[in-house]
Every structure is written in C-alpha cells, then in structure tokens.
C-alpha cells in the first residue's frame, strides 16, 4: 500500500483545514486508518484512527471535538477534518495504515504497517 498525505498549509489560530491522505496499491477497505504528528523535537504522536467500517473512532484527547477522521473506502481515501487549530498543532502530519488483527492497539503508532510521506500543517498565533 502506498499512502500519500495532502492538504497541509499555513493557517492562522482558530482556522480549519482538511488533510486527505489517497491509498494506491490496495483497497483501504481491508484497513485501520491512523493519523499522527510530529512537531520539531517532539517524538510522533498519535492524533486520529478510524476502523475499516467508520463506525469505530479513535482521538487523542488533546484533538477531541475539534478534529473529526473519516473515510471513503470508494475512493480509497481517509480525511482528517481539523476545526478550531491552535499553534500546538503545528506538525508534520502522517496518515497510516494497520492490517486488522486482534489485540492491537491502533492509537500506537508500533502497529502499523504502513506509511505516508507526511504533510506540514503550521498555525500562526
């Protein structure tokens, strides 16, 4: 599977953008989806996941309420919708993709199995 973030940008505290991350290779169908971040000297944290069906949602409480994932299997492609940024958010932004297996834990970025190449998300104060 090859994965491929967009949708990153400059914009200002309290703007929205959406970042797509495009699946080749494979159907997603057969995937959790994640998304995670990375900002300067900080290690990647977890920010987002989604089952293969959408109807299980995974946040990181520091994004709760602002950002919304989901997932059109048709299209192969897995959104990030972030509403109300902060300049914590800054980062660069992976998107991810885990096969399914019992067990795992999809908020730890160790159970997947796949990655994009990364989109900079940066918010002005």
């Known amino acids: 599977v090859q994965l491929q973030a967009s949708g990153g940008g400059l914009v200002q505290a309290g703007g929205s953008l959406r970042l797509s991350c495009a699946a080749s290779?494979?159907?997603?169908?057969?995937?959790?989806m994640g998304w995670f971040r990375q900002a300067p000297g900080k290690e990647r944290e977890f920010v987002a996941a989604?089952?293969?069906?959408?109807?299980?949602?995974y946040y990181a409480d520091s994004v709760k309420g602002r950002f919304t994932i989901s997932r059109d299997n048709a299209k192969n492609t897995v959104y990030l919708q972030m509403n109300g940024l902060k300049p914590e958010d800054t980062a660069v932004y992976y998107c991810?993709?885990?096969?399914?297996?019992?067990?795992?834990?999809?908020?730890?970025?160790?159970?997947?199995?796949?990655w994009g190449q990364g989109t900079l998300v940066t918010v002005s104060s």
């Open positions: 991810a993709a885990a096969e399914i297996y019992s067990g795992r834990t999809y908020t730890r970025s160790s159970v997947y199995d796949y």
């Open positions: 989604i089952s293969w069906s959408g109807r299980t949602l």
């Open positions: 290779g494979r159907t997603l169908g057969s995937y959790v």
